[in-house]
């Protein structure tokens, strides 16, 4: 037989008439809103799902989107352990500044698994200003592939010195 009454999780006992109704109109608008139903009463009555707010869907980005321009050249020569980084929004040798030293990664798709990814990354990082509009000169752990040039790098935010 069903008991028609539900339990309050606050206080362990039964509830009845207005506030069983509610209660379950909380639960209702919970989970219509899509609520995690953690029901964590933290100020005020709200719940735990309801005070995290802000960026819903949209990722956090922790490194500085950057492409790699081609390896350092003379006319003649190219000196492909340095590669050329154009960081994005950096547009001057004042800017560059913050960035070196900072750690950067390419990261690439095999076609075999190794460690049970895909994935492989050849870390690097920035030495050095390249001219005066904002490029830099990088030093990866093994020098850049060919077909390297014109893909992305990330560049991280670390280390940092402030």
């Known amino acids: 037989m069903r008991n028609n009454h539900s339990i309050n999780h606050e206080n362990g006992k039964p509830e009845t008439g207005a506030a069983e109704a509610a209660s379950a109109e909380l639960r209702r608008e919970e989970k219509r809103r899509g609520g995690g139903g953690i029901g964590i009463g933290i100020g005020g009555g709200k719940t ?14 922790l490194y500085v989107r950057g492409s790699i321009l081609g390896y350092k050249r003379s006319k003649s020569n190219q000196y ?7 960081i994005e929004g ?8 913050w960035y070196c030293g900072k750690r950067m990664a390419y990261i690439y798709k095999a076609k075999v698994k190794k460690n049970g990814s895909h994935y492989r ?6 030495t050095r200003p390249h001219g005066n509009t904002g ?4 030093k990866f752990k093994s020098n ?17 010195n402030i």
């Open 90 to 97: 950096v547009n001057s040798k004042e800017e560059v500044g």
């Open 135 to 138: 490029i830099v000169r990088a």
């Open 48 to 61: 735990f799902s309801n005070m995290v707010k802000g960026r819903q869907g949209e990722r956090v980005r």
């Open 144 to 160: 850049l592939p060919p077909r390297s040039m014109g893909a992305r790098v990330r560049v991280f935010m670390y280390p940092s």
């Open 121 to 126: 990354c050849i870390w690097g990082k920035v």
């Open 80 to 86: 492909p352990n340095t590669s050329l980084i154009q």
